[in-house]
């Protein structure tokens, strides 16, 4: 699960927030049919109860993940 927002003094930008825990990032991955990224930890908790995209709703292989570009993850 992604690291709390509040603990932060400063801007985060949204494209570095998880869509399913709402936290920074923590161990981002990348999902290869859609390009959406999620915590690892937030994302194999999803798979458990649905093999889809939690933003695009896309079918996806819980296979498929994969390393975020290089910026999401320095």
Known sequence: MGKGVEKYH???SKSL???ICSG???KPVQL?????IFCEACLLE??????????CMRPTD????CKPPR????
Not at 32 to 36: A, V
Not at 71 to 74: H, T
């Open 32 to 36: 290869q049919n859609c390009q959406h």
């Open 62 to 65: 819980p296979h498929s993940v």
């Open 10 to 12: 400063c801007f985060i």
């Open 24 to 26: 920074v990032y923590e």
């Open 46 to 55: 999803w798979f458990l109860i649905k093999t889809v995209c939690p933003l």
């Open 71 to 74: 910026i999401v993850v320095s």
């Open 17 to 19: 927030v998880c869509s």
